[in-house]
């Protein structure tokens, strides 16, 4: 857990700087609010794969069941039906997204890579 608040407390304020220069450089809403929604995405997703890793290798340490798998398998696509309305109704920039998506993804692999050389 605390290998993901370490990439939330890099995340937020970088994903933030991003959002307000985008916007500043722009001068339009959908690409700073599409690098919004793919951060959020991004530590969405990351918090919940942190919880179900911490549910199955915890002090119980149980077994996979069909609902880890059905609880992901839903996650995964309420985010997609979500983001898919945003970028259909025009609200988010696709490129946008990836770059909010982008900005976390980086963090993680640099953390990640942190914590393995730390071993």
Same mark, same amino acid.
């Given at each position: ?5 370490? #990439? *939330? ?14 916007g500043i450089l722009t001068?339009? !809403?959908? !690409?700073?609010?599409?690098? *919004? ?7 969405? %997703?990351?918090?919940? +794969?942190?919880? %179900?890793?911490?549910? @199955?290798?915890?002090? %119980?340490?149980?077994? /996979? &069941?069909?609902?880890? /798998? #059905?609880?992901? &398998? ?12 945003? +970028?259909?109704?025009? =609200?988010? %920039?696709?490129?946008?997204? =990836? &770059?909010?998506? &982008?900005?976390? !993804?980086?963090? @993680?692999?640099?953390?990640? *890579? ?5 071993m």
């Open positions: 857990m605390e290998l993901f608040r370490r #990439i *939330l407390k890099q995340s937020i304020p970088l994903v933030g700087i991003s959002v307000v220069i985008s001068g339009d !809403f959908r !690409f700073p609010l599409g690098i *919004l929604a793919g951060g959020i995405a991004g530590l969405f %997703n990351l918090r919940a +794969i942190v919880r %179900n890793v911490q549910s @199955i290798s915890g002090s %119980n340490s149980q077994r /996979i &069941t069909g609902r880890y /798998i #059905i609880l992901s &398998t839903f996650r995964l696509l309420g985010l997609f039906v979500i983001l898919f309305i945003l +970028i259909w109704k025009h =609200l988010i %920039n696709v490129f946008g997204l =990836l &770059t909010g998506l &982008t900005i976390v !993804f980086i963090i @993680i692999i640099k953390e990640g *890579l942190r914590e393995a050389r730390s």
